[in-house]
């Protein structure tokens, strides 16, 4: 059995991601603070305060989101330690939407480090992360560095593979409007026409998705993995 385990499941890359993962595992766990108005025979949606998930009473609530006991062979899989469990976050926000330096941090850091450590204590042997394309823990970027301090953190977690990868300007349907994104994204779409420069040219949300789940899925010698923009493009085709 396959389980796919996911967060961020709201956000943009997020939705992409959920569609790729019910295609492509027996059954996929979206966690978040709320549940989406979707519904799929094979996805599991539990709710709660992310900053507390490891105290999560996790087999009521699958109970919880199956009455009829049709998630018991999901539940009976993970007891026992016998399916092959990946994680995935594209849990982010900006510093405007979290209203302020901590609590961006609190979003982009702790909610994401919390969640790997509760998906690698439920079983997960592979954690990919959405992180970006300028992420470096000593960047005078608050943004970047947080980033780069979330991606040694989850180093320190000892996952069999972990994935990072690192998108340029995401391309898609966001929920909120961001100037400055959408002048970029004005100034820089024709190198996506143009096909110049992979690294550094938008990218579309459903690429990263799908790059992602290839990813996962791939057989994988290293422990770690850094994907670049310009990597993500060619995997999603």
Do not use: C
């Amino acid at each position: 059995m396959k389980i796919a385990l996911i967060s961020g499941t709201s956000g943009m890359v997020g939705m992409q991601l959920l569609h790729q993962l019910l295609s492509n595992y027996d059954y996929v766990i979206s966690v978040g603070r709320r549940k989406l108005a979707i519904k799929h025979q094979n996805l599991v949606q539990l709710e709660g305060d992310l900053a507390k998930i490891n105290t999560w009473d996790w087999e009521h609530l699958i109970g919880a989101d199956s009455l009829g006991g049709e998630f018991n062979a999901l539940k009976e899989s993970i007891l026992e330690k016998n399916a092959e469990m990946h994680a995935f976050s594209s849990l982010g926000t900006t510093i405007k939407q979290a209203g302020s330096k901590e609590r961006f941090f609190q979003i982009d850091h702790d909610l994401v480090i919390e969640f790997a450590k509760w998906a690698k204590a439920l079983g997960a042997s592979r954690f990919l992360y959405v992180s970006s394309s300028g992420a470096d823990a000593n960047s005078s970027i608050f943004y970047s560095q947080t980033k780069g301090k979330t991606e040694n953190d989850l180093k320190d977690l000892g996952f069999e593979y972990l994935g990072l990868f690192r998108p340029f300007l995401l391309l898609g349907n966001r929920s909120e409007f961001r100037l400055g994104e959408q002048i970029a994204t004005i100034v820089m779409k024709p190198l996506v026409w143009l096909k110049l420069f992979k690294n550094i040219r938008p990218i579309y949300d459903y690429q990263v998705a799908k790059g992602m789940v290839k990813t996962a899925l791939a057989s994988k010698n290293e422990s770690v993995e850094i994907i670049s923009s310009g990597q993500l493009q060619d995997l999603s085709k």
